[in-house]
DNA sequence: GTGTATATTGAATTTGTATTCAGTGAACAG
DNA sequence: CTGTTCACTGAATACAAATTCAATATACAC
């Protein structure tokens, strides 16, 4: 192996270990000896990869913003089925590539205050809610989800996904929902 | 005003001003310098009230815990209200009245990893999720609730609500959903 | 009024952790 | 084979934030 993809190598696992722990415990308790420790590297090298905690998180957050790609709600028969066919992929995702869900994760809690300001900026920038809320429109004009404030509906839906695969990440005993009761919070009955 | 009701008080706005900031802040990123700039007071004056960080932190925690009593599900006429009544009143709650539901968010918060250990041992002792599977059950018998899985029926909707008023302290902006739709995540269609 | 207790301050001190750096050895180019 | 580059280390350094402390001001008891 060539140092060029050594070096490409030695970026992933930090990467990839730093996410894993920033979702488990937390980015402020994260502290770089833990993810240094863990992949058995000294502290020093970890900089010599990245030039700081920040630029390490927001390498992360940059991978959740790019690889967010929302379909734009056409291509369904309904609108409902957009939702429900998003979430059915996220939860199975969930149990099966576990770093899909925590980039997922990682990139919405870089929304909170308090969170480094670069990458919360860039996170802010992929708007789930508003996005959302215009498919909800659509959705109650077909008759697939029930009438009320589409924004509203459009964030009880999104904050439902973000709590609980959120908890999942922390506790992975946690059994999941099925997707299908979950857009029921949308669903015309 | 005597000296034992001023104490009193300044231990309060020493409370309540670090519940506001742990919750909209998150707990590392609120400074004890935080806190009592936001007072007007010093630094010092704070640690004369609490003796550190930790222990303001775990007072709310056990506010949190010792508040929350959960009715025991029965008195309603099937297991779903039980669930749409609480949420009802949260909702409402969270509008008008923002320290309950502050207490309910850090309490929350307080059993994720990287917390501080005593509190998070604390939360621990009131499981939402356990109790309410008893009631889905009751629920699920009584053809309110549908079937499924008790925990992950509770868990998602736990879960769900933490989402949605965790959201809402961190965005005082964005509108709360009717009761009802989030119980749909139960009810049985 | 005088003395004692307590509220309050702001400046040390301590501590924990991110970041820097000087040095070592292995891979590679010529 | 030899010089250069670069991955890598562990010990210093820098810094920010919690905690302590000595000193001052204010309230209260007598």
Redesign the interface.
Known sequence: MGRKEQKEERRQQILFKALELFV???Y??TKISDIAGELGISVGLLFHYYESKEALHYELVKMGVEGTKYPNGTGFEKAIDYFAGFLKVLLETVKTNPWVSQIFILTSQA????MPEEARKLAMTIDQ?GFSAKVVEKGQKDGSI?E??P???S??FW??????V??HA?DGT?????AD??T????R?
């Open positions: 488990t415990k937390g402020q308790e929304r909170r205050p308090g809610i029930r009320g404030d924004v509203a509906l964030a009880a904050c439902s996904v973000q709590g609980i959120e908890q922390y946690l059994p999941l929902p099925e009761w979950v029921d919070i949308l669903r009955r």
